[in-house]
C-alpha cells in the first residue's frame, strides 16, 4: 500500500525559503497536492501536481511564490516555497488520490475520505 512521508518544514523568517519533500513508499500514476492546515482553520489545497508532472495547479494566495515538482524516478514530490510569509504558518501535508489536479486541489474534503495522506510536517514563518 502506498504511503507517503513528508519532510522539509522548520521555523524560517518572513522572506526566507524552505524546500518540503514528500516521497512515496512506491510508484504511483495519481496526481499528488500539498494542502495545509494553520490552528482554527480548515484544511485547504496549496499546490497539485499530475501523474506525469506536467500540469499543476496553485492556491492564488501562493502563485508566484511556491514551486511544486516531480521527481517520478525518486517518487518524490517538492514544494520549494520562497517569500514565506507568517500566514503561511501551517502544518503541511502531502496527499495522493486517483483524480485530476483540478479537482484534486479543489476538494480537499474527497481527499480526506478517498486519497492516502502523509503524516504532515510542521511550518513556521516568524520573526
Known amino acids: 500500500q502506498l504511503q507517503l512521508v513528508e519532510s522539509g518544514g522548520g521555523l524560517v523568517q518572513p522572506g526566507g525559503s524552505l524546500r518540503l519533500s514528500c516521497a512515496a513508499s512506491g510508484f504511483t500514476l495519481e496526481a499528488i497536492g500539498w494542502f495545509r492546515q494553520a490552528p482554527g482553520k480548515e484544511r485547504e489545497g496549496v499546490s497539485c501536481?499530475?501523474?506525469?508532472?506536467?500540469?499543476?495547479k496553485y492556491a492564488d494566495s501562493v502563485k508566484g511564490r511556491f514551486t511544486i515538482s516531480r521527481d517520478n524516478a525518486s517518487n518524490t514530490v517538492y514544494l520549494q516555497m520562497n517569500s514565506l510569509k507568517p500566514e503561511d504558518t501551517a502544518v503541511y501535508y502531502c496527499?495522493?488520490?486517483?483524480?485530476?489536479?483540478?479537482?484534486?486541489?479543489?476538494?480537499?474534503?474527497?481527499?480526506?475520505?478517498?486519497?492516502?495522506w502523509g503524516q504532515g510536517t510542521q511550518v513556521t514563518v516568524s520573526s
Open positions: 496527499a495522493a488520490a486517483p483524480t485530476t489536479v483540478q479537482a484534486m486541489c479543489s476538494m480537499t474534503e474527497w481527499v480526506r475520505k478517498f486519497g492516502k
Open positions: 501536481v499530475s501523474s506525469s508532472g506536467g500540469s499543476t
